[in-house]
């Protein structure tokens, strides 16, 4: 691979070729029995009963209510009435789940080594896609219907930079399935799923929660062909660089765990081959992750603005209502909330961090190769997660209200 750009550093790797993955999925049986316990246990974990991620294994209660963000949901039950509306008898069976059903949690950002739910982009007609991705664009703001396009087409840019994988690494290799009958006012969802982007929408009339969200790019941008001139999480990472310069010497000290994200200088459970860092990824629902780093209520106003600033970049994805109701939700929980750091603060350094309150967790990994060779953590693979803790992701703690008020069924 020439380095024809030297602004563009990963022109400096080569591709790696040769991994078992087809059609979007990988092929265990070809993995070494080592690497084959690095996929995480998806199908076995989605059948437990959904706690959600806590500090402690117990959830935090009455952090969330049914309430009225101003949000018009028509367009988004109208987008996906369409959809559905669009497809055979045989297809609408594969994409429809109840709003409850053990699908919600069936998701990797990798590569399934099972038979996945849904329907796969690629395999649709051209407008029966665009129907599809009108219920994202109906459900997101323009910012996040925007970053999730974004990551469909680097990961397309992926396949063509490394000459392989053309039948995976394209831009609509992604299923969307829908859970419940979209309304206005009963609780249904969508979620879209796949290499480096799975978004899980929830709404509830008015209300809408989009967590989990992951969304990552290797590269984070295509310097060349097609896809040339795209970017994706910039904000997220100048954000987060502010905010840690903002922090003095003594609260910087509490906020960075580790000053180096290479392999070798990182316990190995800070240092997954697959993972990185991040402790929210798939088949993570009900992880315990205690607090770390920094406590918030110790800001700053200013610092405290930065933080939010920070926060702020992942919920614009949203649209405004919700993204109004979310902040809200960040802000009274303020001094609750812990910012962890991983590595450098420089310009060009990789690094990793954590946001993580009651009501929010939010990481953001720099990570090493897997369709490139670079053995170490490099600032254009990131990967990023926002979830929703104590109960919150896929709408849980919400679906479990509404059902309470209205003692009804699905």
Known sequence: MDNEDEGT???????????????????????????????????????????????????????????????????????????????????????????????????????????????????????????????????????????????????????????????????????????????????????LWGHHLDVHCFILGRQLVLTPTFIGAEPTEADRGVHKGLRLLDDQRTAGLDLLRSLRPAQASQAVLHHSVRVQDLPAELADPLNGRQRGGAAQDNRVIPYAGLPAGGLSLPQRNSLLRLVGTYARRLPDGPAAAFMENIEQHLDDTHLAWIGGSGDDDAFYYRVHSPVVLIEYDCQSGVFLDNHEPEPFHVHTIVRTPNGGDYGRDLLRRHLAQHHTGR
């Open 9 to 191: 550093h990963y022109r400096g790797f080569g591709p790696v070729l040769g991994l078992p993955i087809h059609d979007a999925r990988v092929d265990l049986s070809a993995l070494s029995p080592d690497f084959r316990k690095l996929f995480p246990p998806v199908l076995e974990k989605a059948k437990e009963p959904l706690v959600g991620i806590t500090t402690d294994g117990r959830v935090v209660p009455d952090l969330f209510a049914i309430q009225d963000t101003g949000w018009d949901p028509g367009p988004a039950s109208k987008a996906a009435t369409a959809f559905l509306e669009s497809l055979a008898p045989a297809q609408r069976e594969n994409v429809l789940f109840a709003i409850d059903a053990d699908e919600w949690q069936m998701w990797i950002n990798a590569f399934p080594s099972w038979d996945p739910h849904g329907l796969r982009l690629a395999d649709l007609e051209p407008a029966q896609r665009e129907r599809a991705l009108a219920i994202l664009e109906e459900s997101l703001s323009a910012t996040g219907f925007s970053d999730a396009r974004t990551a469909m087409k680097l990961n397309a840019a992926l396949g063509e930079l490394v000459g392989g994988y053309r039948d995976t690494l394209t831009e609509y290799s992604y299923s969307i399935a829908v859970f419940g009958t979209p309304s206005t006012t009963r609780p249904w969802g969508w979620q």
